[in-house]
């Protein structure tokens, strides 16, 4: 009896001892872990640029420019001293014709002799058509067979001593009977197109001088040469040599409708007439003055 007893009370120990173990298991904390930081949920913003002031434009250097004004005869006339504005524009026409016509020669040297005015006048003219400016404004003496102080008989023939008239294209320099000498190409033919075979040349002269125009009341003549004085003539052929235009110009005769290098004969198919396409290149070759 006694035994059944204790072998009660031990497994209702035991039983005691489980339910307490139970509850203690139920009610322990849970073991601890290393705290993770919490990553924000929210992405960061993007970082903030400090405005910066506005840097000015770099400046450009302007792109140095040259303007040619168109010179009308009647501007380059206004510095040529005595210089007719018809002639000069009937230089101009010629050369731009000669040019229309294939005949390469310098755009901007022109050289205009006036035999309308008396040998005792400065009557030739080397211009500066880059520039405007007149470069040279000489006496200049016509042939013997031309006439005294005044040319009014002009020709192409051999021997005649005679002045030629027309559009000439300079060539290179030699030293001849004359000095120091300029070869003179005729353009128009049946005007002045044996220049060369008549030896018509530009050279000083000792008779060519203010001198001689008072002492005789003209200049002294020539064998048909345009002859400059001899202080001038080799610096004035120096800077028109190697393919410059020389006009010389006469109001007598009808050598202009004449000669290959007038308006009037470079009318053609491509020209509607005198004031049209070659006017035009007159017109391109007469730059002046430059605006700077």
Same mark, same amino acid.
């Given at each position: 009896? !006694? ?11 035991? !039983? &005691?001892?489980?339910? $307490? ?20 949920? =929210? ?6 640029? #400090? ?18 004004? $168109? ?25 731009? &014709?000669? /040019? ?5 020669? /310098? ?69 001849? @009977?004359?000095?120091?000498?300029? $070869? ?6 049946? $005007? ?24 005789? @009341? ?6 048909? &040469?345009?002859?400059?004085?001899? #202080? ?18 006469? @109001? ?13 004969? &470079? ?9 049209? @396409? ?12 430059? =605006?700077?």
């Amino acid at each position: 009896m !006694l035994q059944r007893i204790l072998t009660s009370a031990v497994l209702l120990a035991l !039983l &005691c001892i489980l339910i $307490v173990a139970s509850l203690r298991a139920q009610v322990a904390p849970a073991p601890r872990t290393a705290a993770v930081p919490s990553v924000a949920a =929210a992405a960061a913003p993007a970082p903030v640029l #400090a405005a910066l002031p506005a840097s000015a434009p770099v400046a450009v250097p302007a792109v140095a420019t040259t303007t040619r004004a $168109v010179a009308t005869p009647a501007v380059l006339t206004k510095r040529a001293q005595g210089l007719s504005p018809k002639v000069l524009a009937m230089a101009l026409d010629a050369m731009a &014709c000669a /040019k229309a016509r294939g005949v390469s020669g /310098k755009d901007d040297l022109l050289t205009v002799i006036d035999y309308s005015l008396p040998s005792t006048t400065p009557r030739l003219w080397v211009l500066d058509l880059a520039h405007g400016e007149v470069l040279f404004h000489e006496l200049v003496a016509h042939g013997k067979g031309s006439g005294e102080n005044y040319a009014t008989r002009f020709s192409n023939t051999p021997d005649s001593l005679q002045t030629s008239l027309g559009l000439f294209l300079t060539g290179g320099t030699y030293e001849g @009977g004359n000095g120091y000498s300029l $070869v003179l190409k005729g353009l128009d033919e049946g $005007v002045n197109d044996l220049a060369e075979a008549r030896h018509i040349v530009m050279h000083g002269a000792w008779y060519v001088s203010p001198e001689q125009a008072r002492s005789q @009341g003209r200049l002294g003549r020539s064998w048909g &040469c345009p002859a400059l004085s001899e #202080a001038s003539a080799h610096t004035v052929i120096d800077r028109i040599k190697g393919g410059s235009f020389v006009f010389s110009y006469s @109001g007598k005769g009808d050598w202009y409708r004449k000669a290959s290098s007038s308006l009037a004969s &470079c009318a053609g198919p491509s020209h509607d007439g005198p004031d049209s @396409g070659v006017r035009a290149a007159a017109s391109a070759v007469t730059a002046a003055t430059v =605006a700077q």
